[in-house]
């Protein structure tokens, strides 16, 4: 399975933006995927999932804020992120929360205060 996350960009603190992680190869709707976010000189986090009957779980820092979904038809995981920070700012990048996928490209998020 390749994946390809896109839809980042330069918004500002406040504003929203959906993300888009689409997997090829091989369907994904068996798998649980999660969101992952890496911040400039920092590790990379773990900020929402998704499992395959479409349960959800989030870091304390997006609770309430992003919300993870998923088309298992078109084999995408969604990320739409609202209220944004300027500490949302991080290469978003989707995977298994068990990394047991290739990381793929991720895409740039910067939230300019």
């Known amino acids: 399975v390749q994946l390809q996350a896109s839809g980042g960009g330069l918004v500002q603190a406040g504003d929203s933006l959906r993300l888009s992680c689409a997997a090829s190869g091989r369907t994904f709707s068996s798998y649980v995927m999660g969101w992952f976010r890496q911040p400039p000189g920092k590790h990379r986090e773990l900020v929402a999932v998704?499992?395959?009957?479409?349960?959800?779980n989030y870091a304390d820092s997006v609770k309430g804020r992003f919300t993870i979904s998923r088309d298992n038809l078109k084999n995408i995981v969604y990320l739409q992120m609202n209220g944004l920070k300027p500490e949302d700012t991080a290469v978003y990048f989707c995977?298994?929360?068990?990394?047991?996928?290739?990381w793929g490209q991720g895409t740039l998020v910067t939230v300019s205060s």
């Open positions: 998704i499992t395959d009957e479409d349960r959800t």
């Open positions: 995977n298994t929360p068990n990394y047991s996928l290739d």
